[in-house]
């Protein structure tokens, strides 16, 4: 095998969590090469596209140092700022919040992400199906392999290094969005109960027209389907429908062990999802930056790699806690009646709805 088949660091992957990791661990000094079974990576959409801006990132995750080195979002991928967050019951009468974010051009964002970690000297293969890793080698379809010392599983729900070295699982809920056309003002809507049973559907307008979506448990649905479902409130929007995409959000919380040796998981790999809000991106970015650091201190210092868990810890823990916690709480609840649900969304639970969704302790006692 020759040398250019070996590096400190592979990367399988090259969405927000592994492209971050390959920013800051080749900004550090490492080797990295960053393997992608798309070309280009990002396509096809498979997204809502909704990210808190910068200042609601501090808030919501206030352990989080740097926020504005992390995400450095271009004018480009930033389809819409929205000031308002609409938490919607089955009533159709929302709760209204002020909340910063921004309605992304999601394959622009992943674009400059990339565009971003090659800057800081990471390379990339892209159009190359990583099939399994076993020991320092990690194999395409097609027969070629590499090997590195370190290698990072970055793919997504269904990485293949968490699918064959890791034994936990994760609850995944399927997801369906389309791109619709027309206008749709400028709050955020994210909708609770029957709709979406043990799940959320959202519609988030963008500069032009808006990304509208639902995600659904299958053990929630009482035999009907995730197209019924999202027939159903889709269809309560006008406009002409000009994509539709599918995918599969993992909504259990981060796992467990992050560290296996020389292997380390990263974003949806590693169950890096909110889910009392379905925020992965920037989390995804949060953990693939502290992977990064850390990975380039042990190449240079010896620094163990756990010390990635340690740091995830100390910066996103208790926000992972409070989020698992809100939505074990919500899946209870959302079994409820509809017309129960309607009246368990009025003024004087809104601060505790709000503190459930931005994953703070809803009581004093959870
Ligand atoms: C429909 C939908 C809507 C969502 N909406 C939002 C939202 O509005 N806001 C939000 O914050 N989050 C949202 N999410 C979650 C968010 O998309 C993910 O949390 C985020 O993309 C995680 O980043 P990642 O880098 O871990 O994984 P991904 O973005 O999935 O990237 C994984 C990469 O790995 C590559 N890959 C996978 N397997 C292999 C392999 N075997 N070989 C080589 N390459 C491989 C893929 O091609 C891909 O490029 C949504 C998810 C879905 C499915």
Redesign the pocket.
């Known amino acids: 095998m020759s040398d250019s088949n070996h590096h400190d660091v592979i990367v399988?992957?090259?969405?927000?969590?592994?492209?971050?990791v390959a920013r800051y661990a080749a900004a550090n000094g490492a080797n990295v090469l960053v393997?992608?079974?798309?070309d280009p990576?990002?396509t096809p959409l498979?997204?809502?596209?909704?990210?808190p801006s910068n200042d609601e990132m501090r808030r919501l995750c206030p352990n989080v140092p740097e926020m504005d080195d992390l995400f450095q979002t271009p004018q480009e991928a930033i389809s819409r700022r929205s000031t308002q967050m609409h938490i919607v019951p089955p009533s159709g009468k929302p709760l209204k919040f002020p909340f910063e974010g921004l309605v992304?051009n999601?394959v622009a964002h992943?674009e400059a992400l990339v565009q971003l970690a090659k800057e800081n000297g990471a390379k990339y293969l892209v159009d190359?199906?990583?099939?399994r890793v076993e020991g320092n080698e990690v194999m395409?379809?097609g027969g070629a392999s590499h090997t590195a010392k370190i290698i990072v599983g970055?793919?997504?729900?269904?990485?293949?290094l968490r699918r064959d070295h890791w034994n936990e699982s994760s609850l995944k809920i399927p997801?369906?969005?389309v791109l619709m056309d027309g206008d749709f003002g400028d709050a955020v809507e994210l909708h609770f109960g029957s709709m979406a049973p043990g799940g959320y559907a959202?519609m988030?307008p963008k500069s032009s027209g808006a990304?509208i979506?639902i995600?659904i448990q299958r053990s929630f649905s009482k035999g009907r389907s995730l197209n019924q479902y999202a027939e159903e409130f889709i269809s309560k929007y006008e406009g002409e429908i000009s994509f539709r995409?599918?995918?599969?959000?993992?909504m259990s919380g981060s796992i467990r062990t992050f560290v296996k040796g020389n292997y380390l998981l990263?974003?949806?790999?590693?169950g890096?999802?909110l889910p009392s809000n379905?925020?992965?991106?920037?989390?995804?970015?949060i953990?693939?930056r502290i992977a990064g650091q850390v990975i380039a201190e042990h190449l240079s210092e010896g620094t163990p790699l756990e010390e990635y868990e340690k740091r995830w810890n100390k910066q996103m823990g208790k926000v992972m806690r409070n989020s698992k916690r809100a939505f074990r709480f919500g899946s209870l609840m959302f079994r409820l009646p509809n017309w129960m649900l309607n009246l368990t969304f009025n003024r004087l639970t809104k601060g505790i709805i709000w503190r459930a969704v931005t994953c703070r302790r809803m009581f004093l006692i959870l």
């Open positions: 399988i992957g090259g969405g927000p969590a592994g492209s971050t393997i992608d079974g798309r990576i990002g498979q997204c809502g596209e909704l990210v992304l999601r992943d190359s199906h990583v099939e395409l379809r970055a793919g997504g729900h269904n990485d293949p997801v369906k969005f959202w988030f990304n979506g995600g995409g599918a995918g599969s959000l993992p990263v974003g949806d790999a590693a890096m999802v379905g925020a992965g991106i920037t989390i995804a970015m953990g693939g």
